[in-house]
């Protein structure tokens, strides 16, 4: 279900792939060249279904986020 939903979004598999250690969306925008409001949609639907979490949600900038075990689950299954 999870790989399924990713492997349809372009975006989505390229914010995931990217993704190998715990990151922004600053960050990952200068790797991906996704637009950063983009990116911040992408995340934020992946947070949603438990793919990618936020480290530090309580700030309103420099959030970081890094997959969960079911996120790294995908992106193993992604490179393959």
């Not at 990952?28 to 936020?54: G, P, Y």
């Not at 530090?56 to 992106?75: A, S």
Request: with cysteine; charged share 35%; hydrophobic share 30%.
């Amino acid at each position: 279900e999870h790989y399924a939903w990713v492997y349809r979004g372009k975006q989505r598999k390229i914010v995931l792939t990217a993704l190998t250690e715990p990151k922004t969306p600053t960050k990952l925008q200068e790797e991906t060249k996704i637009k950063v409001t983009n990116i911040s949609d992408v995340l934020r639907s992946m947070a949603q279904r438990k793919l990618v979490r936020c480290l530090n949600p309580k700030d309103k900038l420099g959030r970081f986020y890094e997959p969960t075990t079911i996120g790294k689950k995908v992106r193993e299954k992604l490179a393959k």
